[in-house]
């Protein structure tokens, strides 16, 4: 039985404050099952006093992004080592704001999965396609495209701490949630595309999480589905009730 992995991707949104005591709430409120996997992703400013908060506590602590250089003349940019030094067991690679807001490609992104894996965090690796892909019958071009360019390389001893999180554009932040049988369609076909990249066994064992409007009220119906293995919650990952139902949904 494969783990499921529950990751709060918090954006650019809280205070040293409302982080805190965000993480604080989820840090109650959780229920302890041997099969879950629980992190929050906060901003970079508020990782250490989240580090503080979760310290000792089930619940792993994220980046949502790194600079893929172990340090240097990068002026406002952060290394893997630094989101180490600050307690971080994850980071967030690739995700669609950073591709179509920030303009990133799949190279520098396959550079920054790289470096996250060599460095020894659990990179989370978002892939998805937008709508217009979808509506032209692409998503599995879109979905091979940057599974094959964002994971060229990958050693075969870090597969184990990559996690792959299918996002779709159009989901994101918009209140219109994948059905499962898209989530589980697009997350079947990247189980089927790994098992080409790396091998059976990893495929197996890799964690596919859904994002895109993931809700207390949607969760569980996405989450039964075979190939999902958690989830990647943004909106509904700022209010603990909220995040804490849908980790309930999950186990
Ligand atoms: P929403 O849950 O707000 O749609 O965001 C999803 C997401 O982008 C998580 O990374």
């Known amino acids: 039985m ?30 302890a099952d041997p099969r879950l996997r629980v992190a929050v992703c906060p901003p970079f400013p508020y990782l250490l006093p989240v580090a503080e908060v979760l310290r000792g506590s089930p619940v792993g602590l994220g980046a949502q992004n790194l600079y893929p250089k172990p340090e240097g003349a990068f002026t406002g940019e952060v290394s893997p080592a630094m989101l ?3 307690g971080c067991q994850y980071v967030i690679v690739g995700h669609s704001e950073r591709r ?16 996250g894996l060599a460095a020894g965090l659990t990179v989370i ?39 792959i999180a299918y996002e779709p554009v159009w989901a994101i932040g918009t209140g219109r949630n994948a059905t ?7 997350q079947a076909f990247v189980r089927r595309r790994v098992a080409q990249l790396a091998s059976a066994a990893v495929a ?13 009220d949607n969760a569980a119906s996405l989450l039964s589905q075979p190939d999902v293995d958690g989830a990647l919650v943004g909106g509904a ?3 603990a009730d909220q995040f804490l139902a849908i980790v309930r949904a999950a186990v």
Not at 11 to 22: I, R
Not at 135 to 143: F, M
Not at 180 to 186: G, T
Not at 208 to 216: A, E, N, T
Request: one cysteine or more; aromatic letters at 4%.
């Open 2 to 31: 494969r783990p499921v992995l529950v990751a709060g991707n918090w954006k650019m949104h809280t205070t040293v404050k409302s982080a805190v005591e965000l993480a604080a709430s989820v840090v109650r409120g959780l229920e």
């Open 84 to 86: 180490r030094d600050c």
């Open 100 to 115: 179509h807001v920030l303009g990133e490609s799949d190279a520098f992104i396959n550079e920054k999965v790289l470096a």
């Open 125 to 163: 690796f978002c892939i998805g396609e937008t709508l217009a892909e979808r509506d032209a019958g692409l998503t599995h071009a879109v979905l091979d495209r940057q599974l094959t360019n964002g994971l060229a390389g990958v050693a075969d001893d870090a597969w184990s701490r990559l996690v």
């Open 180 to 186: 499962p049988d898209q989530a589980q369609d697009a």
């Open 204 to 216: 197996d064992n890799l964690i596919i999480q859904y994002g895109g409007s993931v809700k207390p």
């Open 237 to 239: 990952s700022l209010k």
